[in-house]
């Protein structure tokens, strides 16, 4: 499976930006796919997923009700709508994939991270 992320920048808080993650290869409409960032000095944390079929999404509490996650099938891409951004969501972002767990992701397969930088 393999991911390739796209869709940083620079905006300024209260903006929004959408990511994209586009999926390809054998078996990657097996897995949940999701989120996850890293801050600088920080560890890899989890942001959202949504499960196989498309019909349940699930995110961390720091982004519930900002973020949203949504998907083109027919284009096997993956989005991360970010709305009201704030200055502590800059990150480098990571879209995964692999097997929902309880509140998250386990994920198997990575793309490479999209710098997300929110200016205050």
């Known amino acids: 499976v393999q991911l390739q992320a796209s869709g940083g920048g620079l905006v300024q808080a209260g903006g929004s930006l959408r990511l994209s993650c586009a999926v390809s290869?054998?078996?990657?409409?097996?897995?949940?796919l999701g989120w996850f960032r890293q801050a600088p000095g920080k560890e890899r944390e989890f942001v959202g997923v949504q499960n196989r079929s498309g019909g349940d999404t699930y995110f961390a509490a720091s982004v519930k009700g900002r973020f949203t996650i949504s998907r083109d099938n027919a284009k096997n891409t993956i989005y991360l709508q970010m709305n009201s951004l704030k200055p502590e969501d800059t990150a480098v972002y990571y879209c995964?994939?692999?097997?929902?767990?309880?509140?998250?992701?386990?994920?198997?397969?990575w793309g490479q991270g999209t710098l997300v930088t929110v200016s205050s």
């Open positions: 995964a994939a692999g097997p929902i767990k309880v509140g998250g992701l386990n994920p198997r397969y």
């Open positions: 290869g054998r078996h990657s409409n097996a897995y949940s």
